[in-house]
């Protein structure tokens, strides 16, 4: 691996953290992309991880949303991990915070990879997102579980935006795909990312979640929703395999299993008991329905999410990628416990 050169966008993030550390404990040249390099403080951990491994670290700036930002960084690199996109649903113009950067950032890094005249695979992270919009779809589409098969057809810019950004940049990212010889694409669609960080700086909505559910924000009751969960190192190890394995191809749904948060709070409750003010109940869907806008969640999305439970399969990650996955009640716990560690956590 010493002499591969591999370009990361988000690479400072949540999952790209682990991503680059792996890349970095392999011995891989990594060309890191950051909005801001100015900003030590949010690739700090990696330049430590850098020193106590044989891999080497460069830091480069380019911006999704700036045309032609990435051609230089992407230049002599054999391969691309694009990862960088805004995942949050704590947003006010969901344009300009989520679909501009999903979508252009996408078209900015593939064209990079275009005119490097280098790069010959591009791994792309995509989601579920791109793969399922509410969860009730699975019953309208008569549907025992969704598979790499599908695509979120129901998402818009006025209904789960994030999602629909996630589908927007996933297709864009095959229509150039289709249109070039160069380099072969393979997409990983995480579930939702949970395990421990390691940065303090991340707005992933997988930290806020367990800083809320930590924080006592759901302490009176939780809504009935079914998410998809999946360690954040088996993600980053999907990354690599799909990498280094030149006979995988499309998309890759990753789930250790689905279940609800209220499962998932359980998980926490049963190692710290009652140290945090875990919720111990769903609250009821017309009241969902009610107070839901005061916790960011719309009336529509009550009514097409709460209550519908949703299955993953996730069996090609298993049987193409060779992917083991990590128990979810360890993510969990090995999550709060780095949270603990980090002053992360406000009660
Ligand atoms: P983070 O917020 O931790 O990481 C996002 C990264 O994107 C940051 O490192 C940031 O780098 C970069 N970025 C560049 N431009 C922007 C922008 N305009 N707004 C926000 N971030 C930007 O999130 P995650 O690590 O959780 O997510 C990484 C990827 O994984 C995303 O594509 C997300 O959609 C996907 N994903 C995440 C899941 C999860 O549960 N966490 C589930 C499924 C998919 P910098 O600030 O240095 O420029």
């Given at each position: 691996?010493?002499?591969?050169?591999?370009?990361?966008?988000?690479?400072?993030?949540?999952?790209?953290?682990?991503?680059?550390?792996?890349?970095?404990?392999?011995?891989?040249?990594?060309?890191?992309?950051?909005?801001?390099?100015?900003?030590?403080?949010?690739?700090?951990?990696?330049?430590?991880?850098?020193?106590?491994?044989?891999?080497?670290?460069?830091?480069?700036?380019?911006?999704?949303?700036?045309?032609?930002?990435?051609?230089?960084?992407?230049?002599?690199?054999?391969?691309?991990?694009?990862?960088?996109?805004?995942?949050?649903?704590?947003?006010?113009?969901?344009?300009?915070?989520?679909?501009?950067p999903a979508l252009k950032g996408t078209r900015n890094v593939l064209q990079a990879a275009n005119k490097s005249g280098t790069v010959k695979k591009v791994v792309l992270t995509s989601s579920v997102a791109a793969v399922h919009?509410?969860?009730?779809?699975?019953?309208?589409?008569?549907?025992?579980?969704?598979?790499?098969?599908?695509?979120?057809?129901?998402?818009?810019?006025?209904?789960?935006p994030y999602s629909y950004s996630k589908v927007l940049a996933e297709k864009e990212a095959w229509r150039i795909y289709e249109a070039q010889k160069e380099w072969k694409l393979v997409v990983i669609n995480p579930s939702f990312v949970i395990g421990p960080s390691l940065t303090k700086m991340s707005d992933s909505e997988s930290l806020s979640l367990m800083k809320d559910l930590l924080g006592g924000k759901y302490a009176t009751g939780m809504p009935e929703l079914w998410f998809g969960f999946v360690d954040v190192r088996d993600v980053a190890k999907a990354h690599l395999l799909a990498l280094e394995n030149e006979y995988v191809s499309g998309r890759h749904?990753?789930?250790?299993?689905?279940?609800?948060?209220?499962?998932?709070?359980?998980?926490?409750?049963?190692?710290?008991?009652?140290?945090?003010?875990?919720?111990?109940?769903?609250?009821?869907?017309?009241?969902?329905?009610?107070?839901?806008?005061?916790?960011?969640?719309?009336?529509?999305f009550v009514k097409r999410n709460v209550g519908y439970p949703i299955k993953l399969n996730a069996s090609k990650s298993i049987k193409e990628l060779g992917l083991n996955y990590t128990d979810i009640e360890k993510s969990a716990v090995d999550m709060v416990e780095q949270m603990k560690e980090f002053g992360m956590i406000v009660k």
């Open positions: 691996m010493e002499n591969r050169k591999i370009m990361v966008s988000g690479g400072t993030g949540y999952i790209g953290s682990w991503v680059v550390k792996e890349l970095l404990e392999k011995g891989y040249k990594v060309r890191l992309t950051s909005r801001n390099t100015s900003n030590k403080t949010k690739f700090e951990h990696l330049l430590q991880i850098a020193e106590a491994n044989k891999g080497a670290l460069e830091i480069w700036e380019a911006d999704l949303l700036k045309e032609g930002s990435f051609d230089e960084a992407a230049k002599g690199c054999d391969a691309i991990m694009h990862i960088a996109s805004p995942f949050t649903l704590r947003f006010k113009d969901p344009q300009k915070e989520l679909i501009n919009g509410d969860a009730i779809d699975m019953q309208e589409k008569g549907l025992d579980a969704f598979t790499e098969d599908h695509w979120n057809n129901t998402s818009s810019i006025k209904h789960q749904i990753l789930a250790d299993r689905s279940m609800t948060m209220l499962d998932y709070a359980q998980i926490i409750r049963e190692k710290y008991g009652n140290q945090y003010k875990l919720p111990k109940k769903e609250s009821p869907k017309w009241l969902i329905s009610l107070i839901g806008p005061l916790f960011g969640m719309k009336r529509g």
